[in-house]
T-cell receptor, first 117, second 109 residues
Framework: SAVISQKPSRDICQRGTSLTIQCQVD?????MFWYRQQPGQSLTLIAT?????????ESGFVIDKFPISRPNLTFSTLTVSNMSPEDSSIYLC??????????????FGPGTRLTVL | TQLLEQSPQFLSIQEGENLTVYCNSS?????LQWYRQEPGEGPVLLVT?????EVKKLKRLTFQFGDARKDSSLHITAAQPGDTGLYLC?????????FGKGTSLLVTP
């Protein structure tokens, strides 16, 4: 299985500021994703992080608000820009396509709990 | 986005009881995954089912994928307090993993 770490694990931020979340996978993976989980809710896919090209965003999410980088096969960042209290959520990094494991098997990081005041 | 309906939404049982959680959709999935999530942590993968009719067992947990690959169930035998958590099913369609809303399970001693 893949081990995924995220930094920071939690943060409290002021309205209007930006936060960059880092995601590190311990093995090379073909696909990386970013999800959001609002309190008491299920997971919503924000975007697919593509290596060396622009991320693919789901409906309702835009690059200006959630810029994403993926410089290599094990690392990605998600920035939450110009934050408002509505952005308070858990942000989860996820990865799939680990060598030797079925291509559908998807793993998740521990999440970053963001509170915006 | 294909919808996955999970039932029940909440379940509170006593230690030793059996339970079944259902995950249903009108869409066909190439695979379906079950996760358990504890408060403050990310979802932890329990199982991936790929073949219609497939049954997988993980200790006291039994997972079944429907013949038509549209639904799945999770059965827990003799539940333990350590089984407490949010159980999420997620179906793979194309590149995306679509999640149900989850079943919150509480097992009391």
């Amino acid at each position: 299985s893949a081990v995924i770490s995220q930094k920071p694990s939690r943060d409290i931020c002021q309205r209007g500021t930006s936060l960059t979340i880092q995601c590190q996978v311990d093995s090379q993976v073909t696909m990386m994703f970013w999800y959001r989980q609002q309190p008491g809710q299920s997971l919503t896919l924000i975007a697919t992080a593509n290596q060396g090209s622009e991320a693919t965003y789901e409906s309702g999410f835009v690059i200006d608000k959630f810029p994403i980088s993926r410089p290599n096969l094990t690392f990605s960042t998600l920035t939450v820009s110009n934050m408002s209290p509505e952005d308070s959520s858990i942000y989860l990094c996820s990865a799939r396509g680990l060598a030797g494991v079925g291509t559908d098997t998807q793993y998740f990081g521990p999440g970053t709990r963001l509170t915006v005041l | 986005t294909q919808l996955l309906e999970q039932s029940p939404q909440f379940l509170s049982i006593q230690e030793g009881e059996n339970l079944t959680v259902y995950c249903n959709s009108s869409s066909v999935f190439s695979s379906l995954q079950w996760y358990r999530q504890e408060p403050g942590e990310g979802p932890v993968l329990l199982v991936t089912v790929v073949t219609g009719g497939e049954v997988k067992k993980l200790k006291r947990l039994t997972f079944q994928f429907g013949d038509a690959r549209k639904d799945s169930s999770l059965h827990i035998t003799a539940a333990q307090p350590g089984d407490t958590g949010l159980y999420l099913c997620a179906g793979m369609s194309g590149y995306a993993l679509n999640f149900g809303k989850g079943t919150s399970l509480l097992v009391t001693p």
